[in-house]
């Protein structure tokens, strides 16, 4: 009944209110994180799973088609919220072992990559980009920030 509406055809229709719902979902999947022993994450990931086309396929088969723009938009999300939280006193006082902390994690990422592919026969040059690869997308400089 409802994709019968000329609502559901107009795309960005489509798009404003599939945005809307998945935000709506997430604010009740923190606000049940909030109120149970799961990380809110982790409710989320589910939240996810479940509208997803592995459980209800509940999103439009243009929802496709958002993804990279839906991870651009998380990553800005995800900086300003880090950016705010970050003050000059914060860096001043832990600079150093900010630093120290995401460099290991990085490093550590890379070594297990690049040794972990090396060691199941990937060819090393192709294992040695792949660990340049996991360096760069880790989310270990911004989980040390964001601690």
Partial sequence: MLRELDLFRDPFAVWLTTTGMLL???MVAALVGARVA???????????LLVGPAALDLLPAEAENWRPMASSAALLFVGF???GRLRLSILRAHG??????????VLASALVVG?????????PVLA???????TAT???AVQSVGS
């Fill in 96 to 105: 150093q072992e900010i630093l120290a902390i995401a460099a290991l994690k």
């Fill in 38 to 48: 799961l990380p809110r994450v982790t409710l989320l990931i589910l939240a996810g």
């Fill in 24 to 26: 709506l979902l997430g």
């Fill in 128 to 134: 040695l980009l792949a660990a340049g690869v996991a």
């Fill in 138 to 140: 880790a989310p270990a």
């Fill in 115 to 123: 040794l972990g592919l090396i060691a199941v026969g990937v060819d």
């Fill in 81 to 83: 919220l880090l950016g």
